[in-house]
Antibody
Framework: QVQLQESGPGLVKPSQTLSLTCTVS??????????WSWIRQPAGKGLEWIGR???????NYNPSLKSRVTISVDTSKNQFSLKLSSVTAADTAVYYC????????????????WGQGTLVTVSS | AIRMTQSPSSFSASTGDRVTITCRAS??????LAWYQQKPGKAPKLLIY???TLQSGVPSRFSGSGSGTDFTLTISCLQSEDFATYYC?????????FGQGTRLEIK
């Protein structure tokens, strides 16, 4: 059973960089044709896909955030990470990591395993 | 970006009811649609993918249909644990987008 767990600071100051890590257990992050995604949800609102990475390092980002987002992977640690720069209060949200199940590599997919989510608040 | 619009945004129902939630895409997405259930304080849970394929372990009272631009999620006999918020998601093209959610409440 694949499990994902987000970790990182719960409070980030405006203009700084938000950094989160997702640790995958119960299977290798490199096995299968899976991408690994970040998704966020402001309180009381809907879901926004941030971006994803394949274990080769290939990435896809949401154009609305692309200029500020970097997603990386560390296969030796079975982890992938999110960096979001120049944050503002609008970036306050619960951040989820998820396994992106894609039929064809490089095509978008659906999310079959999710982490529990971590709240990140942007405030001075 | 493809816009996903769900209706209704919220509604009330009773246990045992049959309910249908609609999701409309702003352009055709074939059958590249998934449905999720989210309970307060929890991560979304995948219910259906490819518009009508039930994820393993999901009760058979959940079903999905549609293709192109119009899709439905049906719960055939509401149980108490089904009261939650439901989201559709398209994975036809980037960026991946979700509907705004449908909140299902107890009448």
């Amino acid at each position: 059973q694949v499990q994902l767990q987000e970790s990182g600071p719960g409070l980030v100051k405006p203009s700084q960089t938000l950094s989160l890590t997702c640790t995958v257990s119960g299977g290798s992050i490199s096995s299968g044709s899976y991408y690994w995604s970040w998704i966020r949800q402001p309180a009381g609102k809907g879901l926004e896909w941030i971006g994803r990475i394949y274990t080769s390092g290939s990435t896809n980002y949401n154009p609305s955030l692309k200029s500020r987002v970097t997603i990386s992977v560390d296969t030796s640690k079975n982890q992938f990470s999110l960096k979001l720069s120049s944050v503002t209060a609008a970036d306050t949200a619960v951040y989820y990591c998820a396994r992106d199940h894609t039929t064809w590599v490089q095509d978008p997919g659906y999310f079959d395993y999710w982490g529990q989510g971590t709240l990140v608040t942007v405030s001075s | 970006a493809i816009r996903m619009t769900q209706s209704p945004s919220s509604f009330s129902a009773s246990t045992g009811d049959r309910v249908t939630i609609t999701c409309r895409a702003s352009q055709g997405i074939s059958s590249y649609l998934a449905w999720y259930q989210q309970k307060p304080g929890k991560a979304p849970k995948l219910l259906i993918y490819a518009a009508s394929t039930l994820q393993s372990g999901v009760p058979s009272r959940f079903s999905g249909s549609g293709s192109g631009t119009d899709f439905t999620l049906t719960i055939s006999c509401l149980q108490s644990e089904d009261f939650a918020t439901y989201y559709c998601q398209q994975y036809y093209s980037y960026p991946i987008t979700f509907g705004q959610g449908t909140r299902l409440e107890i009448k």
